[in-house]
């Protein structure tokens, strides 16, 4: 008879009396990039927007926790500790530990985002691809609360180890750099009701009060590195004007700048558009030197290199589930340090007389100097791929510092260059290395082939 069935049987006549001891597990979740689980939007709303209780706060559901803690401990113990996985919201009647949801923390507001998908053909973003997410700003924290029915100290002591030095991805666009928090602050306590000051807290406490009361043994931080999952990482400087915006166009007739992507007063540079980037350059070299099968065009393939590494699926830039995006890396956001912030004015030509428009001026908000990391992260990768990432954006970057592509908006105009400091890079190949691995993808999709 598994657990399972064993406390099914027992619930039928006042099942909690039958159990010895109560363990409480309770941390905080941070998020260190924006992200959030969200629901899809209606009408003129965003496509996504934050997933949020009764009360109006956003929250983090217990189906959501549950899932992310089943792959921390892995599958064997996610077996016996949450039960077999069946048909959702049976999950969690079936497991031993229940994942009591997660409490909001602070009250910084959701921000939306804009992105748009890069078109691939052009390498320009399509300004029908808008498309408007909401999602919690860095630093939204959350208290997550767990009830362990008669488990042993030792396991106790195995899951909040774990949880320690957890750094879970929860949530939607994890490969453009969402949904990255770090547990912190974790404690647990037991209740052993055979004991009477036990009993009575047990009898006269409920909810998140129970739970603190109860939870107060902390355990020391797992201390993972914050660049653990880094693949690589290289600093870029910004060299002339550049711009990343946020996609959304100044009201008509308006005469404000139009603005950078900023978030929290900083400039952002969004790993989605690094990502589109480094994607769409990656398709025109493993095109140019003929690896097979062929770049998709569409990037929805699922079996080329780019969809294997990028992740696939319609509207995979932005709109797409956690399964259809399905990626190997992730580029997370980056902050611009030490920007300088110009204004330039540009003249709207129109396209089908080469002429003026009358008074189409217009002005922008770009930089003219700063630096950012391009850094890229593993999510589900194995040895081989991380060796050919590493390869093929040492190619892309070698173009983008030598000026062949650029960044961000306006590049037709001259902006979005920038110098790409290899001598700082850390977990990138040299050029020739580089290029004797893409040689070697190409001769390796030959021998497939034949
Ligand atoms: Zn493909």
Redesign the pocket.
């Known amino acids: 008879m598994t657990i399972t069935e064993s406390r099914e049987q027992k619930s039928g006549g006042g099942g909690e009396t039958t159990i010895r001891s109560v363990s409480f597990v309770a941390f905080d979740l941070r998020f260190a990039e924006p992200g959030g689980v969200t629901v899809p939007g209606s009408g003129d709303e965003p496509q996504a927007l934050l997933d949020r209780g009764p009360d109006g706060r956003a929250q983090l559901p217990g189906t959501s926790l549950a899932g992310a803690l089943r792959e921390l401990v892995g599958e064997e113990r996610a077996e016996a500790w949450f039960g077999p996985v069946l048909e959702e919201g049976v999950e969690a009647r079936a497991s031993r530990i229940w994942v009591l949801g997660g409490r909001r923390l602070d009250d910084a507001p959701g921000d939306v985002f804009a992105s748009t998908k890069i078109d691939r053909t052009r390498g320009a973003a399509h300004d029908s691809t808008l498309r408007r997410e909401e999602v919690l700003p860095a630093g939204a924290r959350f208290r997550v609360f767990l009830r362990w029915d008669d488990a042993s100290p030792a396991e106790v002591e195995e899951l909040t180890g774990l949880i320690a030095g957890w750094r879970p991805l929860i949530g939607r666009g994890v490969s453009r750099g969402r949904g990255r928090c770090v547990a912190e602050d974790v404690r647990h306590g037991t209740l052993l009701l055979s004991e009477p000051d036990d009993l009575l807290r047990w009898l006269t406490l409920s909810g998140p009060d129970l739970v603190a009361a109860v939870a107060v043994e902390l355990v020391a931080s797992g201390g993972a590195g914050a660049d653990a999952d880094v693949l690589f990482r290289v600093p870029v400087s910004i060299a002339g004007p550049w711009r990343i915006g946020t996609g959304e166009k100044p009201p008509k007739g308006s005469r404000e700048p139009i603005p950078l992507r900023r978030l929290g007063g900083k400039t952002v540079v969004p790993g989605s558009s690094v990502k589109g980037l480094l994607r769409s350059r990656a398709e025109f070299i493993l095109r140019s030197v003929g690896v097979s099968p062929s770049?998709?065009l569409?990037?929805?393939?699922?079996?080329?290199w780019?969809?294997r590494v990028f992740g696939?699926g319609g509207g995979q830039d932005s709109g797409a589930s956690s399964v259809g995006e399905r990626a190997a890396v992730r580029v997370a956001d980056a902050v611009v340090a030490d920007p300088v912030d110009a204004e330039r004015t540009h003249i709207a030509i129109d396209r089908f007389t080469g002429g003026v428009l009358d008074g189409a001026l217009y002005t922008t908000k770009v930089l003219e100097g700063g630096t950012f990391p391009v850094a890229v992260g593993r999510l589900a990768i194995d040895e081989d791929t991380e060796r050919e990432v590493r390869a093929v954006l040492r190619l892309v970057l070698e173009d983008l510092n030598d000026r062949i592509i650029g960044m961000g908006g306006g590049t037709t105009r001259g902006y979005g260059s920038v110098r790409v400091d290899f001598e700082a890079a850390t977990g990138l190949p040299s050029l020739d290395e580089a290029r004797n691995e893409l040689a070697r993808m190409v001769r390796r999709s030959a021998d497939d082939g034949s």
């Open positions: 770049p998709c569409e990037a929805s393939c699922g079996e080329c780019p969809c696939y």
